[in-house]
């Protein structure tokens, strides 16, 4: 058990519908990054957060978008959803701002867009 | 931007054989990177990293070596055993993010 928790565990959901997944950093770590994983293209970063603050970006769709709280939860909005954004979302946690050093990830939340 | 190609996709060795993961990457910048196991159902796990200011690095079973000429690492295990079946992702640091590779299946057959 990484300490990171990510609720719902899976989510069934049709096109064009909009979906919010959750994620409780491990004690103590306050940077947030959530990652896109699907059969065909591997983790595929997506944005970060750092004490509340986006600290980077990676290739995250206008359709979707992220906040960190000031308890350091974290959600992921993904918003017109299309049959392409099935996949596997993860969400890491870390000590520090910077992407070089250890990440915790959670289970995964499993979307599935019908 | 950085770009990391993992090879092979999916290898298959016997108990107690060795195995090995290879990566390159583009961006000479990258100073960092990490090695990450996937077991079935569950999120990835850091088994082992490497910075760029060494060239190789050990810890028991599991080694990462880096040939920053050539831009490229590798992981070796040794003496597999079943449970270290599992998708094996090498990541690169580059720009404030890690960019991975896309993944090797690793299976071990008692």
């Known amino acids: 058990d990484s300490g990171v928790t990510q609720t719902p565990k899976h989510l069934i959901t049709a096109t064009g519908q909009r979906v919010t997944l959750r994620c409780s950093p491990r004690?103590?770590?306050?940077?947030v990054y959530w990652y896109q994983q699907s059969l065909d293209q591997g983790l595929q970063f997506l944005i970060q957060?750092?004490?509340?603050?986006?600290?980077a970006k990676g290739n995250i769709l206008e359709r979707f978008s992220a906040q960190q709280f000031p308890d350091l939860h974290s959600e992921l909005n993904l918003s017109s959803l299309e049959l392409g954004d099935s996949a596997l979302y993860f969400c890491?946690?870390?000590?520090?701002?910077?992407?070089?050093?250890?990440?915790?990830f959670g289970p995964g939340t499993r979307l599935t867009v019908l | 931007g950085e770009n990391v190609e993992q090879h092979p996709s999916t290898l298959s060795v016997q108990e107690g054989d060795s195995a090995v993961i290879k990566c390159t990457y583009s961006?000479?910048?990258?100073?960092?990177f990490p090695w990450y196991k996937q077991e079935l159902g569950k999120g990835p796990q850091l088994i082992i990293d490497?910075?760029?200011?060494?060239g190789e690095k050990k810890d028991q079973r599991i080694a990462v070596t880096l040939n920053k000429t050539a831009k490229h690492f590798s992981l070796h295990i040794t003496e597999t055993q079943p449970e270290d079946s599992a998708v094996y992702f090498c990541?690169?640091?580059?720009?404030?993010?890690?960019?991975f590779g896309t993944g090797t299946r690793l299976q071990v057959f008692p």
């Open positions: 890491a946690s870390s000590v520090e701002a910077v992407a070089y050093n250890e990440q915790f």
């Open positions: 004690s103590g770590d306050l940077s």
């Open positions: 957060y750092y004490n509340g603050e986006e600290r």
């Open positions: 961006d000479s910048a990258s100073n960092y």
């Open positions: 490497i910075r760029s200011n060494v």
């Open positions: 990541a690169g640091y580059n720009t404030d993010k890690l960019i």
